[in-house]
């Protein structure tokens, strides 16, 4: 499972990151982070507020940092 976290690498950006990779630990699953900062490839990938979360190819969180249990249960 591949976790993009889009913005500017703000405390927020970071803090989405972690709670999206204390997500997958607490599931056990395969996975690997992605921090985009570029502004180019954050508007190519139709994001519109940061940090944002995408996982594989879907936005699931944008212009907010959510909880770990919230990712969590998004992912299963």
């Known amino acids: 499972m591949k976790f993009s976290i889009y913005g ?3 405390a ?3 803090a989405l990151a972690k709670n999206a990779e204390a997500a997958a630990q ?3 699953l395969d996975y690997e982070i992605e921090k985009i900062t570029d502004t180019n490839q954050i508007i190519d ?3 519109m507020r940061t940090p944002a979360l995408m996982v594989d190819d ?3 969180v944008e212009g907010k940092v ?11």
């Open 45 to 47: 990938a139709g994001i």
């Open 8 to 10: 500017s690498g703000c």
């Open 12 to 14: 927020k950006c970071q």
């Open 58 to 60: 879907d936005i699931l």
């Open 26 to 28: 607490a599931l056990d």
């Open 66 to 76: 959510i909880t770990p249990d919230a990712i969590r249960l998004m992912l299963s």
